[in-house]
């Protein structure tokens, strides 16, 4: 009977150290898989992070289109209606340098989205060249000269010779 009960201690204690160690293994792959959805946390916090700017960047890229498209649209439109039949020859064609100015504004805006993706790709060159703040104005002032002046409006911009120019 001695025999018997000391068999039975013995295959309770070998079961036993069996099952500790195996809750040992449990914890210790508990504790890991808290430390990997820590991880997913952080890496999904930073995922929402990158597609609100990613969205950021969309809305403001399709605002930038619009805005020339919208102008190379209206004055091709306008053209086509015949609304710039009564022009001089001079003022048709100061509209389509506007027209070409708006297609090249929106011509830039692409490139830019375009090397805005190479620059994610580590493949980006600066191209650094002088621009004429004042040309760019007057070049923004005559695109939308014909819709301020249809709606009754005018823009006004003082240059630092103090020239006016409307």
């Known amino acids: 009977m001695q025999l ?3 068999g039975i201690l013995v295959a309770f204690l ?3 150290r069996g099952m500790v160690e195996s809750v040992k293994k449990e914890k ?16 999904n916090q930073k995922l929402k992070e990158l597609v609100e700017v990613k969205n950021e960047f969309l809305h ?3 605002h930038q289109l619009r805005t020339p498209l919208t102008a190379i649209r209206g004055m091709v439109s306008m053209w086509y209606e015949g609304s710039f039949d009564h022009l001089s020859k001079r003022k048709k ?24 993706i190479e620059l994610e790709g580590g493949v980006f060159k600066f191209q650094f060249k002088q621009l ?19 709606k009754g409006l005018y823009i006004n911009f003082d240059t630092k010779a103090g020239n006016a120019y409307n």
């Open 14 to 16: 070998y079961f036993s």
């Open 93 to 116: 064609k100061e509209m389509l340098k506007n027209i070409c100015i708006s297609a090249e504004r929106l011509n830039n805006i692409t490139n830019d989205m375009l090397n805005s």
């Open 28 to 43: 210790k792959a508990r504790e890991e898989v808290e430390k990997l959805n820590l991880k997913l946390k952080k890496a």
């Open 4 to 6: 018997l009960k000391a």
């Open 132 to 150: 004429s703040l004042e040309k760019i104005i007057k070049e923004s002032i005559n695109i939308l000269k014909f819709n301020f002046n249809k």
């Open 60 to 62: 403001i890229t399709s």
